[in-house]
């Protein structure tokens, strides 16, 4: 395996910085920075989301609505000082982790006794939005 080039040593460490410049702006109350940072991260999060999601939940929630479920958690609890500015990649992987417990709590939903019936979900042929999910979704 070759070692990573300077260019990319560079780019990693800008978009570190950047997301350091971003989140302190979000801190000062610059909506523009929340729009910069879902626009960095929503595609990556929507495609974990999609992978992470079973086949047969597929037809229940839509990756999308998970995202944005992210976002408002992440937005929420920073502007109440409830995380640090992370460093690196840390950003990335809070993201990552608050998918996928997202994800996992709307697999338990859907899964319980009451709602695991295939003709059930078949019947009412809806999705289910998050705001009207499982509690702790948001």
Do not use: C
């Not at 395996?1 to 460490?13: F, I, K, Q, T, V």
């Not at 302190?24 to 879902?38: C, H, N, Q, S």
């Not at 995380?83 to 697999?107: A, T």
């Amino acid at each position: 395996m070759l070692p990573p080039s300077a260019d990319s040593h560079d780019r990693d460490a800008a978009d570190d910085h950047s997301d350091e410049r971003l989140l302190k702006r979000l801190r000062r109350g610059e909506v523009d920075a929340a729009t910069e940072l879902y626009v960095k991260y929503a595609e990556r999060l929507t495609q974990v989301a999609r992978r992470q999601t079973a086949t047969n939940l597929v037809s229940r929630f839509d990756p999308e609505d998970v995202v944005q479920s992210v976002f408002r958690t992440f937005f929420r609890r920073f502007s109440t000082g409830n995380y640090d500015l992370p460093e690196g990649e840390e950003l990335w992987k809070l993201l990552l982790v608050i998918s996928l417990n997202k994800l996992r709590k709307l697999g338990l939903h859907h899964h319980a006794q009451k709602r695991d019936s295939p003709g059930r979900a078949a019947a009412s042929g809806a999705r289910t939005s998050l705001a009207g999910g499982p509690e702790g979704l948001d």
